[in-house]
Each structure stands twice: as C-alpha cells, then as structure tokens.
C-alpha cells in the first residue's frame, strides 16, 4: 500500500478522498493554495503541502506547480479529484514521470476520451450507439449547415473539449447557425483552450443515464450500475439516484453491457463513467467522464463498495478487480448537489460566510462535505457546498428520507439550493419517477418562502404534510392508460420556498 497519498483538490472531493486514505492507514497530504479562504478541506488531512503562487485559482490548475508540492511532500501517490488538473493526460503524465501512481486513468485513455468526437468515433467501432452527429471537428459554418440538414433540426453545436455543461448550444433553425457556430467557437476557445465544435442532433426531453465502471487498465472493466442524473439546469446536474426509475430492465442490461464494452476497448484503468442519452426507448453514447465523478456516493450506497478505497487499492497493486458478481446493487439512493445559489435567481452563486451549517443524520444519511460554520463559500471555485445522500430499501423510502433530510439540513450566512431540492424532490415528475432533462426547466422556479414557515418547527410541519401528499399521489399505479403526471408539479398546501425558512435571507 501507498505510504502517503497527495489529493490535488480541494472542497468536498478533498475530503471525501482524505477521509478514505485516513481510513486506509495511508498519510493524507492536503494541497493549500495562498489565499484559497475555503480551504475546509484541510482538517481532513494528516499533513498540508502549500502548492506554489499566489493566485488561489492558478494554483490548482498548475500541472507542474503541483507535481512539485506532490513531491515536496514526499507522496508516493496522487488523486486528483474531479474538475480542476483530474482529466488532463498532460497532467497524469507529469506525476506519473515523477515516479507518483496516479490515481485515474491511464493518460492515453484520457487523451483519447477528452476529445469527444474521438470518444464517439471509438464508440461506434466498439458497435455502441451515438448520438446521430459528427466524429470530426466542423470546419466551416456551411459544413454545419449541411449537416445539419441532413440530421435534422433542432441540433446541438457542441465543443470538442467540452465540460460540465458548457460548450453547448441549441440551434432549431437554418437562420440561427452561423451565429450560434461563431459565439459558441469563441466561447469553447476562451473556456477549453480549443473551439474545435462538433454537431450532434438534439434530442427532445431524453433522460441522462451514465453508468459507473471501474477497469483494470488491462481491459478488464466492471460496471457499478447506473445513476439517472436527469434533474439538470443548464445542462448541469442537480441531483441523481440510483437505480434509473422506471427504466425497461432489457434497455438497462443493454447500457451496462454498452458501457462496459467501450471503457475495455479503451482500456479503461480506475474509476470513470460512461454517458447516455436515453430517448424513445433507445440509448445514445454521449461521452466518458474519464476521472472519479461528483457522484459516485450514489453507485458507492447502492453497491455498498467505497470507489474511492477501491481505486486506491487497485493503483497500490494490493487487490484486483472485483469479479461482477461480487457488485450488487441493494435499495436505492439518491443525491442533492447543495450549491451555494439562488435558485430564484437562475442559480446564481451566492458566495459568502456560512454562520450556521447543522447536518442531518440519522439512519441511511450520508453528508459529503468540507464545509463548517465559519467557512466561506469562495467566489473563485465551483459553488458546491455538500453533497447530501441518502440510501434506503425502495425508491419512495429514499425520497421521503430526502425530503426528511433536506428538513434537518440547516445553513445560514449563504443561500442553498436546499429549498429547490425540497421542491424538486417533492415535486410530481420526481415522485412518479418520470422525468428527463426538461423537468426542471418546465418545473420553473420555487416561490418565495412563506413568512409563517421562517422557523424550523414550522418547517418541519410543511414538509411532513408534502412527504404525505406526494407519497400519495406516487404509491398508487399510474392508470392503465398510462396517464403522465400534470405539470406543474405542485399541489395541494405546500409551498414550495418552505425551507428557505433555514436560509438566512
Ligand atoms: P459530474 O457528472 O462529475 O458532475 P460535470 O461535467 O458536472 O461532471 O463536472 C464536474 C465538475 O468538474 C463541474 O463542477 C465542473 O466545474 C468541472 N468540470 C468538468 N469538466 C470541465 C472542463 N472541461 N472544464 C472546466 N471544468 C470542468
Ligand atoms: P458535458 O461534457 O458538459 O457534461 P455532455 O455532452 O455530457 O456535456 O452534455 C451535458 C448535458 O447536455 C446532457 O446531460 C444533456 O442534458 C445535454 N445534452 C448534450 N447533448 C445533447 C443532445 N444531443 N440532445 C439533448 N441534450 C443534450
Ligand atoms: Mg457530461
């Protein structure tokens, strides 16, 4: 096993792989950035290694910089987390060169997977199904055109080196391409580096279906089952479970089998997940996130394996990979994404001090966090504050444990997006577990919180009175006929703002 293990993040991630090498007998290093006021994450660590400069945000991005703290430190390994340097080959190489295992793929299957159109090329050689699109960069906005004529509108103009949910833009008419081509170049070279685009049809209200693998770097690779992540705005997720509802059980065999299929053919070493569209009863290869993901706890309560600890073991030598039958899936789990944002406004980060920050607990709860009463929430990295999980037998336990959960999760100093989850999750399309990626547009925006529900009791009351209406309204069958739930979703007396009444306004 590794001595001491350097975690090159910083945030909830930080923590969460701190927390596994503490639990491993492996020294954890946290990487300190000059000026990073967050830092949270650093109580977590056994030691803490300072990364060179000055700018907190340049700090974490800085390949060589913080292969040099890494090796200040003495670590004879390195997670790299999500975001930041985690899905860059360059990067992976560097520690790699400096005689540090690298806890992530191979830096010649990231290369090959970070660029999507070659992932989609691998794809259809692998014989799993795409998304109807290119495989090429788009030269020219006539080039476009002509494709696009030929997939049919809407078509989505897409970067090449695209992520967490940037780089995408919705062309419905001839009319609108050149622009959308010429912005949407301009906007992945400024973010990306590159503003290679490729184009993909549009699918209409599909469902975002990824499956979580582990591989061996050899070509051996094993699923953990999938998430549905389809509660999305601005094609950013929000919140995820585990397994999909309502899924045909023949298509599901078919996406696992699919998943597995691609990330052996690029042989696929560590934790990483594969991406789908599912429309129409069909899937569609989206893209590999080549690197551990935002939610894994979710694959991590249902299969009860620690990914983390996993990878690790697997990196060290000290274990081989888990034969499938030795992955179960049990109950169900889902996830809220607690950022610091205004759902009210268009989730806008809200940056800033938290002054009160009281966790919930009790059975099948899990809180994936740095933060504390007394952290502030940096307006310089990515907005998530926790990440709040829950496990429990059936899918409607699960969600009223959620909704219960999301009750006793108290934050003050900045808002959250925890009243959203309340709505979201109580909400008619969630309940039934019929939903796509347009729910939450289509859901719009949570009024504003009652006055009479400003304290906790009250709270409490509003929510009981929810979990009672939409379990419900969701326990019995749909009809024969199949009628989908109404939308807007809410009804009856609960206002849906309710727990904003733990949010200092
Ligand atoms: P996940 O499914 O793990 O959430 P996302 O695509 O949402 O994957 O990305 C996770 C985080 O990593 C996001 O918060 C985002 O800030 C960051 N991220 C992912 N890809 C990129 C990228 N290419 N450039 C910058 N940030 C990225
Ligand atoms: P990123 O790398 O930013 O995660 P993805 O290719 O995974 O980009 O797409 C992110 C999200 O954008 C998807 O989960 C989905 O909601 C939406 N999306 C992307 N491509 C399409 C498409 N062709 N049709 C419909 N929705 C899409
Ligand atoms: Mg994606």
Not at 330 to 338: D, L, N, S, Y
Not at 379 to 405: Q, T, W
Not at 407 to 423: D, I, Q
């Amino acid at each position: 096993m590794f001595e001491r293990l350097f975690v090159a993040n910083r945030g909830e991630i930080a923590a969460r792989v701190l927390r596994a090498a503490r639990e491993m007998g492996v020294e954890g290093v946290a990487a300190a950035a000059r000026g990073d006021g967050g830092a949270g994450h650093l109580r977590f660590a056994d030691r803490v290694q300072a990364l060179p400069g000055d700018d907190p945000r340049a700090a974490y991005l800085d390949a060589r910089g913080v292969v040099e703290a890494a090796r200040a430190a003495g670590a004879d390994a390195l997670h790299p987390g999500y975001g930041f340097l985690s899905e860059s080959p360059e990067f992976a190489q560097l520690v790699e060169d400096a005689g540090i295992a690298f806890i992530g793929p191979r830096p010649d299957t990231m290369a090959a997977f970070g660029v999507k159109t070659v992932a989609r090329r691998m794809a259809r050689e692998a014989g799993v199904p795409t998304v109807p699109g290119t495989e090429e960069p788009l030269a020219t906005p006539d080039e476009a055109l002509a494709l696009a004529e030929g997939l049919g509108y809407p078509v989505a103009l897409k970067a090449s080196y695209g992520g967490g949910g940037r780089g995408i833009r919705v062309v419905r008419e001839p009319g609108e391409l050149p622009a959308a081509f010429a912005a949407a170049t301009r906007e992945a070279a400024q973010a990306f580096g590159r503003g290679d685009l490729y184009i993909e049809k549009l699918l209409e209200r599909p469902r975002h279906i990824e499956v979580q693998v582990v591989g061996d770097g050899h070509g051996r690779v094993v699923h953990f089952f999938e998430r549905d992540c389809s509660m999305q705005r601005r094609n950013q997720k929000l919140l995820e479970e585990s397994p999909a509802p309502n899924l045909d059980p023949a298509l599901r065999e078919r996406l696992l089998a699919d998943a597995v299929t691609l990330a052996a053919a690029g042989r696929y070493r560590s934790a990483g997940t594969v991406e789908f569209l599912v429309a129409g009863g069909s899937h569609y290869f989206m893209e590999v996130n080549a690197r551990l993901q935002v939610e894994h706890p979710v694959s991590e309560m249902v299969t009860g394996w620690d990914l983390v600890r996993l990878t690790v073991e697997l990196a060290a030598g000290d274990r081989a990979l888990p034969d499938p039958a030795e992955v179960v899936a049990r109950g169900h789990a889902v996830e809220c994404r607690v950022n610091a944002e205004d759902p009210r406004q268009g989730f806008l980060p809200t940056p800033g001090q938290i002054t009160r920050f009281v966790l919930p607990a009790g059975p099948g709860v899990r809180v994936d966090t740095a933060a504390a009463a007394g952290t502030t929430v940096s307006p310089h990295f990515d907005s998530l504050v926790a990440k709040l999980v829950v496990h429990a037998p059936s899918r409607e336990e699960s969600r009223r444990r959620m909704l219960r959960a999301i009750g006793e999760f108290s934050v003050g100093g900045v808002m959250t997006t925890l009243p959203y989850h309340a709505f979201a999750v109580a909400s008619t399309p969630f309940a039934a577990g019929e939903y796509s990626t347009a729910t939450v547009g289509e859901l719009g925006a949570p009024p504003p919180p009652p006055r009479e529900a400003r304290d906790a009791a009250a709270l409490a009351a509003v929510l009981a009175e929810v979990m009672g209406e939409a379990g419900r309204r969701a326990t019995p069958a749909r009809p024969a006929g199949g009628r989908r739930p109404r939308h807007p979703a809410m009804r009856g007396p609960y206002r849906p703002g309710a727990s904003g009444a733990f949010h200092e306004l």
